[in-house]
């Protein structure tokens, strides 16, 4: 007589053995559910949908200038947010609305800004160099979710968006 492969051979003996074998069938398959699950949550992680990955780096360009930043991060991680201009002469201008700089903390500006200041509900920092600039913001967030902002440099306008894990 064949068996099939997804049975379990039953045994019978002189002991008294509660087996549960229909029991232990179903443990096999929700073991099996689990493994399958943490499979695709390691798969994630290692595409960048918590952070730090493929998925999750998004950048924009317009007139010569260039915007690096996460679309997905973790709760008081530091986050980086890459501002490249090319050809920009004299002062480059990098605004964030109020309301952004609230969800976030500015742990620290690569490299500081000649100046900054608060103006129209927006904080503007004031940077000069020549030709090819590179800035980077370090930023720690405040409070998880979904965070959608507009990023003014110069006359130029970026939308972002952020979801941040707790």
Do not use: C
């Amino acid at each position: 007589m064949a068996k099939s492969k997804k049975s379990v051979e039953r045994v019978s003996t002189d002991l008294q053995i509660d087996e549960h074998i229909a029991m232990q069938e179903n443990g096999w398959k929700v073991q099996a559910a689990g493994l399958f699950f943490i499979f695709l949550l390691i798969l994630a992680a290692a595409i960048g949908l918590f952070g730090d990955g493929i998925v999750s780096s998004e950048k924009q360009t317009g007139d010569d200038i260039e915007i690096e930043h996460e679309r997905f991060y973790r709760f008081e991680a530091r986050m980086p947010l890459t501002i490249k201009a090319h050809g920009q002469e004299g002062l480059l201008r990098v605004s964030f609305p109020n309301e952004y700089l609230e969800r976030f903390q500015v742990e620290s500006i690569l490299p500081e800004p000649n100046s900054n200041r608060f103006e129209s509900g927006k904080v503007q920092y004031q940077f000069s160099g020549k030709d090819r600039m590179n800035i980077t913001f370090y930023l720690i967030p405040r409070k998880p979710g979904n965070i959608q902002s507009t990023i003014e440099v110069n006359e130029s306008r970026f939308e972002i968006s952020h979801f941040i894990f707790p």
